[in-house]
């Protein structure tokens, strides 16, 4: 393990063992500071996530662009400090942090026995809306995490999520896909993230108007299994709850073949994530390279 790889792991571990027991004006507080000191260093993070905010919000000057940047930095850390304190959260504190509309497309779906995929973009807090779904709507569900260096890291994650009531399998090694497929045809539900492909090979999409690629497998979960995909976005307000929307299913397609329908089904969760998120810029927590043309070294920072 190396000595950047020790440090993460136990920055993390100092955050989920010291920051969950602070009051929670104490913790609000100490994000926020995090958050504009981070902000101000301007580090590759900032700058990428502000140059992605220039294509969310093309009309905005570098004034705009810094405010929103600043107030991106300030979710991120929003979603970190809650994310540390979930697990020493009651269920009903669970169960009163979010409100979602539109829910009955999740509701009526479960209540089909048809098997559910959520697909999200990376807004505002989705381990505390998938905390939600098992504590408030009793639902447990089946998610797919990226491998993380050092290896200790993976598993406080996926302990973290597992402890939150989430079934989680590794991205990498080749058998998440078919266990996710059981999972739907047993009529489960499926939560994945999937607005960054991390495969390179993933379906490309226009997105606010440039080309970018995303994950094929919540469409090619929908197609093979008959499950109902659903995408999701989500934002903060100035109060401690968090909101979302469910949106309108995305249906197979009738005609064309896996590729085409794959492709057809993920643009139609490009746009609904470019709903949610144009709606809420500073609430998308992408501080990574996700546009075809941002993925050359040579054009800025990652």
Known sequence: MSAAERLSDTLYGLGWSTVRKLPEPVAVRLGRTIADLAWKQRGKGVQRLEANYARVVPDAGPERLAELSRAGMRSYLRYWME???????????????FEAKDLHFLTDGLASGRGVIIALPHLANWDLAGAWVTTKLQTPFTTVAERLKPETLYDRFVAYREGLGMEVLPHSGGSAFGTLARRLRDGGLVCLVADRDLSASGVEVDFFGEPARMPAGPALLAQQTGALLLPVTLWYDDSPVMKGRVHAPVEVPEAGTRAEKTSLMTQALADA???GIADHPEDWHMLQRLWLADLDPAKGPA
């Open 273 to 275: 994530f470019a709903t």
């Open 83 to 97: 994310s540390f304190r979930l697990p020493a959260w009651s269920a009903e504190r669970v169960r009163t942090g």
